[in-house]
């Protein structure tokens, strides 16, 4: 009798709930700063809407209207299909939002990741990766076929000494950082890197997905926060987090663009965004620009509840994203319960996602101060219980 090929699922699967690994979905009614979970009510610090925007009426609106002029899909590549004036239109604000010369949007951040990196460069060249990178990024780096070597996170020495001892042997070099990380909520040293870059002659992908909308004066993102804008840099960011809709963009020179165009099989090769989304998307661009109280709101709540956790181990971060680490796997999901218990909503994050097990915890502009206070009294008691 042969034996079944798929029988080796099932161990696998037992391996990983062995090792605390194993997930699951839960299913919301829609998102906010408060969701209900089996008809509980939940204050809900696990969402990357940070600007509250994936249920304000406008964009609701906006994506009604198109569906209305265009239909629900875009049928096809655009290339083969066509295109409708809207993706134009969102792809002209994006590169007005990111003072660069044009952009380009995908589908997801995803696919910008891996298509822009396979286009940029290949199996003679060099991709020197962060090592807490997201896996959009690190996966872009494999299709690439391009030499890949981790250097040690925000560690500028570290990065100097790998350029200093590869980078002579590769045609080209890609730097590849997150500016924002989002398992931890730390930055990436930006000016930094852009300067070895110049010194080493490399092309620098940043990607901003959690600093788009959030971070910079004008919401532009952390290339804008850190000073850097104006100088060369390949900057990928998602339409799904701060700008409430989905998709991926990658924004940059007006040659870099029309490059990936011809080159990123992630763009050249799969169905074009939604008329709803990209019309979505569209929308939340304009609200970012007009409305910077709510940006202003976002951040005086991170500033509050900071200054509330005075006694957590929480990681470093510049950003929404708070993270109160824990020592274990276990630790991490029986705080997780315990703040669920208390209706919070607050997910453990933990190996192989990232190096140690946390809670994590995202801040948003809708978040009222009594949700803060609601979340602070909650974790003082669950601290008593797991630390």
């Not at 299909?81 to 969102?90: D, K, Q, S």
């Not at 140690?356 to 995202?362: A, D, E, L």
Request: net charge negative; glycine share 6%.
């Amino acid at each position: 009798m042969k034996n079944d090929p798929y029988a080796w699922l099932e161990q696998s699967l037992k391996s990983i709930e062995r090792a605390g690994w194993q997930r699951s979905t839960q299913t919301i009614d829609r998102p906010g700063a408060v969701i209900q979970i089996d008809n509980r009510q939940f204050l809900n610090f696990a969402s990357n809407d940070y600007l509250g925007l994936a249920t304000d009426d406008r964009l609701i609106n906006a994506a009604i209207q198109a569906i209305q002029n265009y239909g629900t899909g875009s049928t096809g590549s655009r290339l083969l299909t066509g295109h409708r004036a809207l993706h134009r239109e969102l792809e002209t604000a994006i590169a007005q939002l990111k003072q660069a010369e044009d952009a380009i949007v995908f589908s997801s951040g995803y696919l910008a990741n891996l298509g822009a990196i396979a286009a940029l460069v290949g199996k003679r060249d060099l991709i020197l990766s962060d090592q807490y990178n997201h896996s959009s990024l690190r996966n872009g780096a494999i299709v690439s076929g391009a030499t890949t070597l981790d250097y040690a996170h925000c560690d500028i020495q570290d990065l100097r000494t790998k350029l200093e001892q590869q980078r002579q042997h590769f045609q080209h070099c890609l730097i590849i950082t997150d500016t924002v990380f989002s398992m931890d909520g730390d930055l990436c040293p930006l000016p930094e890197i852009l300067d070895l870059a110049d010194e080493f002659e490399c092309m620098v992908l940043v990607d901003e997905a959690h600093a788009t909308g959030v971070m910079g004066a004008t919401g532009a993102g952390c290339v804008e926060h850190l000073g850097c804008t104006g100088r060369a840099i390949v900057q990928m960011g998602t339409l799904s987090k701060a700008l409430g809709s989905l998709g991926g963009y990658i924004a940059g020179s007006a040659q870099l663009i029309d490059f990936l165009r011809n080159r990123a099989p992630s763009w050249i090769y799969t169905t074009g965004l939604s008329p709803a989304d990209t019309a979505a998307a569209l929308a939340a661009i304009q609200i970012v620009q007009q409305e910077r109280d709510r940006r202003n709101i976002l951040w005086q709540n991170v500033a509050y509840l900071k200054s509330q956790l005075p006694n957590f181990a929480l990681l470093p971060s510049e950003s929404p994203i708070l993270c109160w680490q824990l020592p274990n796997v276990q630790t991490a999901l029986e705080a997780a319960k315990s703040l669920q218990a208390e209706g919070i909503f607050a997910p453990a994050i933990r190996p192989p996602t990232v190096p140690t097990s946390r809670i994590r915890m995202t801040i948003m502009a809708t978040h009222e101060k009594a949700h803060l206070d609601r979340l602070v009294a909650a974790l003082n008691r669950v601290q008593k219980d797991v630390e």
